[in-house]
């Protein structure tokens, strides 16, 4: 399902942080959103899942307008993300930490228990997949930075979503782990996740990614393959400040 | 432990609680005594009720007074001037109340944190105003008064009535907070409760979810509310609607522990009882109000979780270091733990290589083990920078009379 935007437009007070984004994302592959510091790519993510209401223009994702959707409805419809500086719940456990993820259903089905054996079962097998399984039944507070950010991913998977936003899947993350989540990202969209990825991590960008969009400044100023972009004048001036 | 004796566990207190209740009455030495333990447990209603705002969501309201007077009054009203049944006006005032917790919760579960409890603060003196001035319906502050239901009965067999009636509706507000806690909806609450927008990202309907457990909330406390007007007979804005009855039941449930079932109940034992033995022995002086503020302010700063989980907490850890002290570290645990240490090393290195948000970034990994949940969203990004107090620094408002002075 495609992800695009129109005209979005987004000012805090005096600054502009989005600035008229026309932007369409490549269903089915590997996104990359790159932009030096404060261009404006977290605000662009907070618009697009609803979590702050754009001034004006329309958030499209397979089709339909999201643009006024409130962000759990936006989740549903198949838009997961994660957040730049990675949220989990801190005083649950592991485990809970991705069963909250669970879609509950309306009343009284969610009254239901929460610990339903063949939930616990698919909570378990993303824990294991991201290589935290161990980790269940710790609270994610106890757990270290590279582990609660493979748990923040594990809970947004739990939700079987179709696109996946990433706010700096790299940030704060030793080499080893790095090259995991980049694996792990190829490897999820093999299996037909869309991603769109912001990432300063350079080489992990090109290395991952199908599609660059450039934001500077609040729109996008390049976007095409990673071999492209790479070389492309423009991207660089808005990096280097030429 | 065997394992049939950890699935009877849970069973314990709920024996233990049915025992003292159904006893209580025939134990109580004067129908004072007895009195006294319906306005506990009353008070254990109350907080129960608030605890399914304050427990699951973390919303503190010192508003849950009012509520509970709505439901005194409308009971009250209702008998009075329309001249139902009594608990024919009991149920139909619940269902008056839920009805209108619906846009008052719609208003006031908009802001978070300090917000809230302030718009809280407001709906009490609100509610305080209109019943004092609308003397023609209310009574004014000449006060209400409310026909017994059962005016054959002499007093103490009119208590022992009430106390059962009370205990019942304990059981029924403890059994739904029990179901909604293990239930989807229960935890989709305490993950707002954690991080409300990460909850909402995740898919968690979380407007929706504390609107019903708002209503859910005020249709108990009314109910309590309600109870107590048909039992005291005599309702007076000033008490009905103080914040000072809010900030008890926040003291209760903060004491006991607002994430456990029973939290509330220890807290209205204990605050309710001395509550009652200080207005005994010394009458109507300011001081329950200091020690209410200054035990509020010890068990918020040491136990912030209550008092049950920190026994719990005590309770286990006694018995994990007899157990480490003859158990071997498995080579397993060996490498989590280096593999742990290893992140969070690279971790504290990040701030180092991302200059844009270096602050913040390094504080958020280094506070990887010890993030608290009064500051957890603070470190949230700046686009949902709402701030979430922790803690209800309820401040008791000014003394007002008692309203146990006139009990009969
Ligand atoms: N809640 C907010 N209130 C005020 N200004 C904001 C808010 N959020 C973002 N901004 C501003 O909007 C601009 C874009 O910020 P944003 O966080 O989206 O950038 P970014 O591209 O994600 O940067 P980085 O790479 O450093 O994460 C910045 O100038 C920032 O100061
Ligand atoms: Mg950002």
Redesign the pocket.
């Given at each position: 399902m495609t992800l695009a935007t129109e005209n979005l437009r987004k000012a805090?007070?005096g600054?502009v942080?989005i600035d008229g984004a026309t932007v369409e994302f490549q269903p089915g592959k590997v996104n990359a959103l790159i932009?030096?510091?404060?261009?404006?790519?977290?605000?662009?993510f907070?618009c697009v899942t609803g979590m702050?209401r754009a001034d004006s223009g329309h958030v499209r994702f397979g089709g339909h307008d999201v643009t006024r959707k409130a962000p759990h409805a936006i989740a549903r419809a198949g838009v997961g993300r994660t957040f730049?500086l990675c949220r989990v719940f801190p005083r649950m456990t592991a485990l809970d930490n991705v069963l909250a993820a669970v879609r509950p259903g309306g009343f009284p089905k969610a009254l239901r228990g929460a610990r339903n054996p063949d939930e616990i079962e698919r909570a378990r097998t993303w824990l294991t997949r991201l290589g935290i399984e161990h980790l269940a039944d710790v609270e994610a507070r106890e757990m270290s930075w590279g582990q609660q950010k493979l748990l923040e991913l594990a809970g947004v998977l739990m939700a079987e979503p179709e696109t996946i936003l990433l706010?700096?899947p790299a940030g704060g993350v030793n080499p080893a782990l790095l090259d995991r989540i980049g694996a792990l990202v190829r490897e999820l969209n093999s299996e037909g996740r869309t991603f769109v990825i912001?990432e300063?991590n350079m080489d992990l960008v090109m290395s991952i990614s199908d599609h660059v969009v450039v934001?500077d400044r609040?729109r996008p100023i390049a976007a095409g393959p990673p071999s492209v972009i790479r070389t492309d004048e423009r991207v660089l001036g808005a990096y280097l400040g030429v | 432990m065997p394992n049939v004796s950890r699935r009877l566990l849970p069973l314990v207190p709920v024996v233990v609680l049915a025992v003292a209740i159904l006893s209580f009455p025939s134990l109580a030495p004067n129908p004072y005594i007895l009195s006294s333990g319906i306005v506990v447990l009353n008070y254990a209603v109350l907080a129960t009720a608030w605890n399914f705002v304050g427990g699951f969501t973390g919303y503190i309201s010192l508003g849950h007074g009012a509520l509970a007077g709505l439901g005194g009054y409308a009971t009250g009203l209702l008998v009075t001037k329309a001249g139902m049944p009594a608990f024919v006006a009991l149920i139909a005032a619940a269902v008056l109340v839920a009805a209108l917790a619906v846009p008052l919760g719609m208003a006031a579960l908009r802001v978070r944190g300090a917000s809230f409890v302030i718009v809280s603060i407001a709906l009490v003196l609100i509610l305080l105003l209109v019943f004092q001035s609308w003397a023609s319906l209310t009574g004014g502050s000449r006060g209400l008064v409310v026909p017994r239901p059962f005016p054959s009965l002499l007093r103490p067999e009119h208590h022992r009535v009430f106390f059962f009636l009370y205990g019942g509706l304990l059981a029924l507000a403890l059994l739904t907070w029990w179901i909604v806690d293990r239930s989807r909806f229960g935890l989709g609450l305490k993950a707002l409760r954690e991080d409300e927008d990460k909850a909402s990202a995740l898919g968690t309907p979380t407007f929706t979810y504390k609107l019903i457990v708002f209503v859910l909330s005020a249709t108990f406390t009314a109910l309590g509310g309600g109870l107590y007007a048909l039992w005291f007979g005599d309702l007076d804005p000033v008490f009905q609607f103080s914040v000072l009855t809010g900030s008890y039941l926040v003291l209760m449930a903060l004491l006991g522990g607002v994430r456990s079932l029973y939290g509330p109940l220890v807290g209205a034992l204990v605050v309710g009882t001395a509550l009652e033995y200080f207005k005994g022995s010394f009458g109507n002086t300011p001081l329950h109000l200091v020690a209410t503020g200054v035990l509020l302010a010890v068990v918020v700063l040491v136990m912030p979780d209550g008092v049950l989980p920190a026994l719990a907490a005590g309770w286990s850890r006694l018995r994990r270091t007899s157990q480490t002290s003859i158990r071997e570290v498995t080579a397993a645990e060996l490498r989590d733990q280096r593999t742990s240490a290893a992140s969070a090393a690279s971790g504290s290195a990040r701030s180092a290589d991302s200059a844009?948000?270096a602050g913040s970034a390094g504080s958020a990994a280094s506070g990887a083990g010890a993030t608290s949940p009064g500051t957890d969203a603070g470190v949230s990004?700046?686009?949902s920078?709402h701030e979430r107090s922790g803690g209800g620094g309820g401040k008791p408002d000014s003394p007002g009379r008692r309203d146990q002075e006139a009990r009969r």
């Open positions: 805090f007070g600054v942080a932009g030096p510091n404060g261009s404006g790519k977290t605000t662009f907070n702050i730049q706010d700096e912001v300063h934001f609040g | 844009g948000f990004e700046r686009a920078a």
